[in-house]
């Protein structure tokens, strides 16, 4: 079996174990299914925890990590007939998948459900076409650097239109309930002084990586990241494409989008485009700083499986999220954040986003709110807020993923109706919106209220 991604990485997964029960086809794909060892534990609701939210919520054992393991062996075995990858049963089980990560980091054996649903998703459609809202959400970002001129007004039009968004409905299955992200009228510009190479040698330099969803939709955050950054004593660098990368005018984008919904060539060319403006910085030791977690956290860890080498693995390695940097400069010393206390009428309520806590970031979330004096704040349990990307845009998952929500951030920001909430996610500040009406913001922007003026 050909497959879309690099599993090389399990190469040796289950080798010389008479148990392991390796699928007969797939090769080291098999071996990464079949990595699980029936434990039950993700269809475990007794236990607090991220995983496996679609099991939670439905009771449904195809719904759970296990189940969907189960499934894909059968078809691996060949039960499921010769086109196994379309079998329906399977293709629902992976449908109910958010992609948290909830089994990475919580199965025991780390079952790494999220990457397999993307090689599913591109065996799929490989043989049965992807279809058109796929297409719509998985290439979003690149159309928006096109043509955002046009699809800003066509979105607020959207919101606006019931007809409209019935039509949505009809022919894209988007929910018409569900307002869609509107794009800002100030997108991120890069400025020419962020642009060039470093010259001030007196100063710190760090690299920001601005994602497409702080570049499009929340442009304050990466301008609030940049000021933090600048008034913590940095020299902030923000990467472009140059001449010689392609699509040249095109500003770089993860490609998260188009990986979360299997297309996979399509995520591999914006993989190298990225890597290619940001290899030198790496190759020099700079830090590339991230804002969007499931954006930094695609350089850092699904770039790998991505088969583009040396240069994955070098830019993986400096990739870091902003808490998680501030945290690290401030342990060596290096970080000069001046911040006074804010006033809020009520603890800080704060949504750790699945990827986020999927690589235990929020410790460091933890840490940089420390950084402000006297500040008063509760982390929600972790749990997926349901939104998950698009899945809570799309008709029929809507109702599924408010029971995520309920799962425990609902019912956390129901309990403070006073309470400003912090969200890192671009998908949980959009889910709290919808369901809650406040805006959450990013860490950067509590940062940047908190900093002492310059005198
Ligand atoms: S996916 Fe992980 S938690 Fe679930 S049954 Fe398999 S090994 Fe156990
Ligand atoms: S990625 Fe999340 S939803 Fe998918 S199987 Fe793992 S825990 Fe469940």
Known sequence: ????????????????????????????????????????????????????????????????????????????????????????????????????????????????????????????????????????FAFLPIWLSRYRASLRPLIRWRNRSSLLARLGDNWFGINAQRRLPEPTDKPFITASENRQAVTDAEKQQVVLFVDSYSRYFSSQ?????????????????????????????????????????????????????????????????????????????????????????EMAETVSKQSILFEEFLVREQMAKRLNLNLQPLSLDAPLLVQGHCHQNAVGAMKAMRKVLKMIPKLNFELIPPSCCGMAGSFGLESEHAEMSKDMAELALLPALREAPEAMILANGFSCREQIHAHDGRQAVHVAELLQSALVPAS
């Open 221 to 309: 955050i990466a301008q609030a990241a940049q000021a933090v950054l600048a008034a913590s004593g940095y020299h902030v660098i923000i990467p472009e494409p140059t001449a010689e990368t392609a699509e040249a005018h095109r500003p770089l984008c993860c490609g998260r989008s188009l990986l979360a919904h299997g297309q996979i060539d399509a995520a591999k060319a914006e993989a190298k485009r990225v890597l290619e403006v940001l290899l030198p910085y790496a190759e020099a030791g700079y830090n590339i700083v991230g804002l969007e977690p499931s954006c930094l956290l695609a350089l850092r860890d699904d770039y790998k499986s991505l088969g583009l080498g």
């Open 1 to 136: 079996m050909k497959t879309f991604l690099d599993w090389s990485a399990y190469e040796n997964a289950g080798m010389g174990d008479a148990y392991a029960d390796i699928p007969k086809t797939g090769g080291d794909f098999a071996k990464a299914v079949a990595v699980c060892i029936n434990s039950g534990q993700c269809e475990n609701t007794d236990t607090k925890g991220m995983m496996c939210p679609s099991f939670r919520v439905t009771q449904n054992s195809s719904f759970s990590t296990g189940g969907r393991v189960r499934l894909l062996k059968a078809a691996l075995n060949g039960e499921l007939g010769e086109l196994p990858f379309t079998d329906p049963k399977l293709a629902e089980a992976m449908d109910s998948c958010v992609g948290c990560k909830g089994c990475k980091r919580e199965c025991e054996n780390s079952v790494d459900m999220a990457m397999i649903k993307q090689e599913f998703l591109a065996q799929h459609q490989a043989l049965k076409g992807t279809p058109k809202r796929n297409r719509l």
